[in-house]
């Protein structure tokens, strides 16, 4: 991924909300640092504190990060949670996938005609022990099999070919997974695969990407991104939505 990613168009994107820091205090983490862990948090589904202490488990994720701990302490997760949160503010999240779809687009790394959806919970702390005393109203429950489940959910769009996302969508744990359907078609497939969650759904599919017609695909077992072997079989012999 170092050669994979384009860090210096993704630091340029992010620097004029980056705060440095002021003064005689403690100096800010280097942005392309801070910027390694996030990427790093997607991509292994880590927390906060969680990928802090990866960073001093793991000795190829401190070379990645670019972390020398004979010299430096890696940072801790209020900063990592911060670094974050400001990204959110500042709505850098869809802007940072389409620079990264667009410098794989240019490197050969081109979106297929085959897409496949999926979503998974997100889970929140659900108490009120906070400085508003009151839990996020765009937070809520939803029930899975016999489980209930509190926080928000992720909704994703995953190249069949590539296995790269390419399109991303948040929402409440309640709402149901077909309903991001719209936003995670880049409307040039000719084959959708999801799972039981998007039975039915034809209609606004074919609405989204008229190039579809009947090979609109059923793949059972997807957790999350990951992509199991019927996730490669061709759309015409998958179940119909």
Not at 3 to 25: D, F, S
Not at 60 to 87: N, Q, S, W
Not at 131 to 146: F, L
Request: proline share 4%; aromatic share 6%; hydrophobic share 40%.
């Amino acid at each position: 991924m170092d050669t994979v990613m384009p860090w210096g168009k993704l630091t340029g994107l992010i620097e004029p909300v980056y705060r440095q820091a002021e003064g005689a205090g403690r100096p800010a983490v280097g942005l392309e640092r801070m910027l390694r862990i996030h990427f790093l948090q997607h991509w292994f589904n880590l927390s906060d504190p969680a990928v802090e202490e990866a960073l001093y488990d793991s000795r190829a994720m401190r070379e990645f990060v670019g972390i020398d701990l004979g010299r430096e302490p890696a940072p801790d997760e209020t900063t990592i949670c911060k670094f974050r949160h400001r990204l959110e503010a500042h709505a850098l999240g869809k802007k940072i996938l389409a620079t990264v779809n667009a410098h794989l687009a240019r490197e050969g790394f081109k979106v297929s005609t085959g897409t496949i959806v999926d979503a998974m919970i997100i889970a929140a702390p659900s108490s009120t022990k906070n400085s508003s005393g009151e839990r996020d109203p765009e937070i809520r429950q939803t029930k899975k099999g016999n489980e209930w489940h509190f926080g928000m959910k992720a909704h994703i769009g995953v190249d069949s070919r590539t296995k790269l996302i390419h399109s991303v969508a948040a929402s409440s744990a309640n709402v149901h997974d077909s309903l991001a359907l719209p936003v995670l078609l880049h409307g040039r497939e000719s084959c959708v695969w999801g799972d039981s969650a998007y039975q039915g759904q034809s209609a606004v599919i074919r609405s989204q990407m008229p190039r579809a017609g009947a090979l609109i695909g059923f793949v059972s077992g997807i957790v999350g991104a990951g992509l199991n072997a019927d996730a490669r079989v061709g759309c015409s012999e998958r179940k119909a939505l």
